[in-house]
């Protein structure tokens, strides 16, 4: 898909594509991409690493060497070459699209941007008075009730809706959805099924990923206009993925580069291995809970620090060193703290981070546009905060940047407010998740690792007017 109007931009993606490929020794690492035979025999150490949670066709992290692969298409040439829609239909069906396929797709996705009940539903809450990823979260499973609840026939209890004095209070509406939802997996009868859920294959529950896809970015767009006092905006329907949620975010309709670089950040985020976030939705879908509800777990779980969240921290860190002379003072400091860095270091990842090898110089090339000269020396501070620690740490313990370090700059150069930085990430993902989760359902089975059990057996137990001295508590 030709890019011609912002061709630097392309340039740019294909020079760090260059480097990496001269830099890395590619190769694939056996133990990561053969089909392995059930039960698997795996090293597991704390945090579930090395566990093979399941096999994928989906996405490919090499940590050893630093490249992204997904659906066998290198990360970098989508960057160059793709969009976040052709991106996403890849993810979820496994094949780029035809030119009708894509067509179709774009339309439906277009359709799912209007989200009123949801965007109305949420201007009841107190918005700006939340972190905005737990306004995301709510609005992700506000969106169930927009999308799935067949609940356009206007329904009425058949009970008075709201009694005070009464110990339980009925809704004023019941939660019909619960029953209705197009998207519920089996309602419950899941021996009927054989334990198969073909139905996530039909139009159905491709519709929720679509619907996902879209609403969410619709919803992060409106939570930040609402946190900032304003009114949400409507989506366009001529615009991208990418422009319409710059659009909805600003309020303006972005220049070409300002959407194709969203469009490459959009990319960068969409899939990556069996991450946190990825794992908590696919926990949750597998117990046959639904995919508002399993999108809503991912949203929470990327929403840590040590996750999704570190993009808003890294710019906070940046900003607190504040300029180049205090980078060697800092860093020696965080060092005898054995504080962990925010942006650096990676499970999987022993090598330079792909995506941060195109966000670093898409950040450099904001930063020089720029006419806020405060963010050209965040940037200065972020490479020079780089060189130290990839001259120790990465020495020492394979630690580089990651894709959090410095999307953030990326982000702030086109207006978005830190608080954003970790919502847009989850707008991105939503493809990956529920691609993954479409995959795994095909063949679910519940998530169910267990717990070595360390604490003490035989114990009798000793009524509580009869227990003596003080026991500390357990933490
Ligand atoms: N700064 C300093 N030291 C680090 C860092 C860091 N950012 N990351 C890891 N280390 C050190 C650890 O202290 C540890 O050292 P030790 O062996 O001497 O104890 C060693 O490297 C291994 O680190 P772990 O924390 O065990 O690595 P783990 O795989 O559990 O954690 C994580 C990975 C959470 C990403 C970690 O590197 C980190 O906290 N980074 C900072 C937060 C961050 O940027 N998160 C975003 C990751 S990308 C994403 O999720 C989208």
Known sequence: MPHSSTQEITDIILKAANKARQEIKPGQEKSFTNPVKWPIDCLVGPGLEGAIACESEIGYVNGSSGELIYRGYNVFDLCAYSNFEEVSYLLIHGHLPTAVQFKKFKKDLVSYRFVPKT?????????????????????SNLLRREFSYVDQRTY???????????????????????????????????????NKFSELNSPSGLKSCYQLISGV??????????????????????????????????????????????DVAL?????????????????????????????????????????????EQVLHMLEKIGSVNNVKDWYQKAR?????????GHRVYKAYDPRARVLGPLAKYLVEKSENKRSLEL???????????????????KIF????????????????????????????????????????????????PRAVYVGQFDLDYVPLNKRKGEKSDKK
């Open 156 to 194: 009425r209890p058949d009970y008075p809706p709201i009694s005070s004095d009464e110990d339980s209070i009925p809704m004023e509406t019941r939660p019909m959805g619960e029953k209705h939802a197009i998207y519920e997996f089996n309602n419950g009868k899941i021996t009927q099924r054989n």
């Open 267 to 311: 990319i960068l985020h969409a899939d990556h291995g069996m991450n946190a976030s990825t794992f908590a939705t696919m926990v949750v879908a597998s117990t046959l809970s639904d995919l508002y509800f399993a999108v809503g777990s991912g949203i929470a779980a990327l929403n840590g620090p040590l996750h999704g969240g570190a993009n």
């Open 379 to 397: 940037f200065n501070v972020a490479t020079e905060l780089e060189k130290k620690v990839v001259d120790t740490l990465g020495v020492e313990k």
């Open 401 to 448: 940047p990651n894709v959090d370090f410095y999307s953030g700059i990326v982000y702030s150069c086109m207006g978005i407010p830190a608080d954003l930085f970790t919502p847009i990430f989850a707008v991105s993902r939503v493809s990956g998740w529920t691609s993954r989760v479409l995959e795994y359902l095909k063949n679910n089975r519940i998530f169910r």
């Open 217 to 262: 970015a619709a919803v992060a767009a409106a939570v930040s206009r609402m946190r900032q006092g304003h009114l949400p905006i409507e989506a366009d329907p001529e615009l991208s993925h990418a422009a319409n949620l710059l659009y909805m975010l600003t309020g303006r309709k972005p220049t070409a580069v300002e959407e194709r670089i969203m």
């Open 336 to 344: 005898s703290r054995k504080d962990k860095i925010m942006g650096f």
């Open 119 to 139: 965007i109305r539903t949420l201007m009841s809450f107190p918005v700006e008075e939340m972190n905005s990823m737990a306004a995301l979260r709510l609005g």
